[in-house]
């Protein structure tokens, strides 16, 4: 039995990926006809025309799209089995990576992410985007963070970046400043709350119900920043995570919660496409220091 071309693998990624024969040969350093009679190739071998025209472009078909994903997969990782000791030149890096992120995250964590990368790999720029997007198996997103749940794709990869809790914020001179922040005196209060699929109550609530406390919430936003911004010029008390948002509470009084609310875990999350790419490896590394890195906190009161 004949086994088929291999190199045709590398041809259908590239074909795929642009959706043009003249950028997949010229992105190959093949002339036009010899990508053309490749993707006849390619369409004898899968049985399937692949590429179709549609007015003056060429769409996918079903089966390309099924394949796309996974060829590219396979083309990734066959490199990194014949190139494993592959070495990154980060001086010489020129790359932009696209990261999803929650608001808030950007303003703790952006500005030494970004002189951390700046030092190692100058030719690198980094793309904050907000949530929500499109799924991580699209490619225009290389990293997200968020808090890690059941919801996540199974074919996402995890990793843990630090472990985090939810603090009250209000504004200086605010009653809760002074004196003992009792649950009564917490729960009296008016509240923002933060929800961003447009939820009424959470897990503060259901903590203050089991204590038959409830409180009035004013106003309902859907990120942090919004939240302590409005904290910061009202007397409403915003409930958010302490590390999540440590750059943007200055000047603000902080404490802890009256209530039981259990902590929670914020992650990178990645498809498995890039998890053997040198610099996103390395990207990832970059991550992991920044938000691992120990703050040095004043205990709450």
């Known amino acids: 039995m004949s086994l088929p071309d291999f190199n045709l693998?590398?041809?259908?990624?590239?074909?795929?990926?642009?959706?043009?024969?003249?950028?997949?040969?010229?992105r190959l350093g093949l002339s036009p006809s010899a990508m053309s009679?490749?993707?006849?190739?390619l369409?004898?071998?899968?049985?399937?025309?692949?590429?179709?025209?549609?007015?003056?472009?060429?769409?996918?078909?079903?089966?390309?799209?099924?394949?796309?994903?996974?060829?590219?997969?396979?083309?990734?990782?066959?490199?990194?089995?014949?190139?494993?000791?592959?070495?990154?030149d980060l001086k010489?890096?020129?790359?932009?990576?696209?990261?999803?992120?929650?608001?808030?995250?950007?303003?703790?964590?952006?500005?030494a992410l970004i002189a951390h990368v700046a030092?190692?790999?100058?030719g690198v720029r980094l793309h904050f985007v907000h949530k929500p997007g499109a799924p991580l198996r699209d490619s225009s997103v290389d990293l997200e963070t968020g808090v890690v749940d059941s919801s996540a794709h199974p074919e996402v990869l995890t990793q843990l970046l630090f472990r985090d809790r939810f603090i009250g914020v209000v504004r200086a001179g605010h009653p809760l400043s002074q004196g003992p922040i009792t649950t009564a005196r917490y729960a009296a209060g008016r509240h923002i709350y933060v929800s961003r699929r447009g939820r009424e109550r959470g897990q503060i609530d259901h903590?203050?119900?089991?204590?038959?406390?409830?409180?009035?919430?004013?106003?309902?936003?859907?990120?942090?920043s919004t939240a302590v911004a409005l904290a910061q010029r009202t007397d409403l008390i915003a409930s958010v995570p302490e590390r999540y948002t440590s750059g943007l509470r200055e000047g603000l009084f902080s404490f802890a919660l009256p209530v039981e609310v259990p902590p929670f875990s914020v992650a990178m999350l990645w498809h498995p496409r890039l998890d053997a790419d040198l610099a996103h490896r390395w990207l990832r590394g970059?991550?992991?220091?920044v938000c691992g890195a120990e703050q040095v906190q004043s205990p709450l009161p």
Not at 9 to 17: F, H
């Open 37 to 41: 009679r490749a993707l006849a190739r």
């Open 119 to 122: 030092e190692q790999a100058p």
């Open 207 to 224: 903590a203050l119900e089991a204590l038959d406390l409830t409180r009035d919430v004013a106003t309902i936003v859907t990120g942090f």
């Open 43 to 88: 369409r004898e071998t899968t049985g399937d025309p692949l590429l179709v025209r549609a007015g003056r472009g060429l769409v996918p078909t079903p089966r390309a799209l099924e394949l796309r994903e996974r060829v590219g997969q396979l083309v990734q990782e066959a490199e990194a089995l014949l190139r494993p000791r592959q070495v990154l």
């Open 9 to 26: 693998l590398i041809t259908l990624d590239v074909l795929l990926a642009e959706g043009s024969v003249a950028r997949a040969a010229q």
């Open 286 to 289: 970059c991550l992991r220091q």
């Open 92 to 111: 010489g890096l020129v790359r932009t990576f696209v990261l999803r992120t929650s608001e808030g995250f950007v303003e703790s964590f952006g500005p």
